[in-house]
């Protein structure tokens, strides 16, 4: 193969080696065409790596919102729950079952600003008969935000983020909405326009009362400055359902069933069983739809504005 010497005063292979070697292409200077053609190609990823594209497709955090708010007005959902509730699993599953083909209800798919999120979610989500390896917890001091581009049945185009914080950071806000670790929660409550509330089936097995008492804080401290955005309890790994007291249960479905109004249930899993499981195919998304179709609804009302009365020529104007 041909090539060139990586010193500019050595003129090989025209003359010889400028270092001594009688062949020239075992000299550490030598680069043959291949070797520099994969130089070059290493320094174009590299330049790619450093493009002045707004946006690199992986979660956005807070500070970094201008990437989809330029477009639209995005829906934030909070979600929001203990440690180790399912929070981020649930995300994982929700674009796992978009990517084979499931849908959301009234909506299509058109696209996501994080798709370099999104997609380290669903490898770490690995299923295999009867097992799941679960995404790992998320940092304490991460708020990291996935987008989904939604388009409606008009055609209209609607941004939605979901929020991905740790469950600690939830903990010290039920316990003290000032703490100054929860900043991340206080942020995500703040700007939220509808929360999933993620209750863990096995917590409530292992913990019992103690899981519970939890989980209500977390509850109430949502209702402080609620106003009408819709709730959705989301009671994970159901495939546990059975090993819960009932007595447990059945009490924490009435406690929240009292403290929210604009409020449902559900039941979800991860595990897949044989053929179209209800807790895996359907509710992950049902979720999804239900909430989505609340804030939307709420967001739509219009304006009535009304009538002007003068006898102005100018101000009576409609157009032909």
């Known amino acids: 193969?041909?090539?060139?010497?990586?010193?500019?005063?050595?003129?090989?292979?025209?003359?010889?080696?400028?270092?001594?070697?009688?062949?020239?292409?075992?000299?550490?200077?030598?680069?043959?065409?291949?070797?520099?053609?994969?130089?070059?190609?290493?320094?174009?990823?590299?330049?790619?790596?450093k493009s002045n594209l707004s946006w690199s497709g992986q979660s956005l955090s807070s500070d970094g919102?201008?990437?989809v708010s330029r477009r639209t007005s995005p829906v934030l959902i909070g979600i929001v729950g203990k440690v180790d509730a399912g929070k981020t699993s649930f995300l994982a599953m929700v674009y796992t079952l978009l990517l084979n083909g499931k849908k959301l209800k009234g909506y299509d798919f058109s696209g996501t600003k994080t798709i370099l999120g999104w997609d380290e979610l669903y490898q770490k989500l690995r299923m295999q008969k009867g097992e799941v390896a679960f995404p790992s917890p998320t940092p304490v001091s991460s708020n990291r935000l996935y987008h989904f581009a939604l388009r409606d049945s008009d055609g209209q185009l609607k941004d939605v983020l979901f929020s991905d914080a740790s469950g600690e950071v939830f903990t010290l806000w039920s316990q003290n909405r000032e703490d100054l670790n929860a900043e991340n929660a206080r942020w995500i409550y703040a700007n939220s326009s509808g929360f999933i509330l993620f209750i863990d089936y096995e917590a409530l097995i292992r913990q019992k009362n103690l899981a519970k008492r939890e989980i209500v804080h977390i509850a109430q401290q949502?209702?402080?400055?609620?106003?009408?955005?819709?709730?959705?309890?989301?009671?994970?790994?159901?495939?546990?359902?059975?090993?819960?007291?009932?007595?447990?249960?059945?009490?924490?479905?009435?406690?929240?069933?009292?403290?929210?109004?604009?409020?449902?249930?559900?039941e979800i899993s991860n595990f897949l069983e044989p053929g179209p499981d209800e807790f895996v195919h359907?509710?992950?998304?049902?979720?999804?739809?239900?909430l989505i179709n609340k804030i939307m609804i709420e967001s739509s009302q219009e304006f009535v504005i009304s009538k002007i009365k003068t006898d102005d020529i100018f101000l009576n104007y409609r157009g032909k």
Not at 26 to 41: A, L
Not at 223 to 232: A, G, N
Not at 283 to 288: C, D, F, G, S, Y
């Open 282 to 290: 359907k509710n992950n998304l049902k979720a999804i739809d239900w």
């Open 1 to 49: 193969m041909t090539g060139k010497c990586k010193l500019k005063e050595c003129g090989a292979p025209g003359i010889p080696c400028h270092l001594g070697y009688e062949d020239h292409t075992t000299c550490v200077n030598w680069i043959e065409n291949s070797i520099e053609q994969k130089v070059k190609k290493d320094k174009s990823i590299h330049d790619l790596k």
């Open 222 to 266: 949502l209702t402080h400055d609620l106003k009408e955005r819709p709730v959705i309890a989301v009671w994970s790994k159901a495939d546990k359902k059975k090993e819960i007291h009932p007595r447990i249960e059945r009490s924490l479905h009435e406690e929240l069933q009292n403290l929210f109004t604009n409020f449902t249930e559900i």
């Open 65 to 67: 919102l201008s990437v």
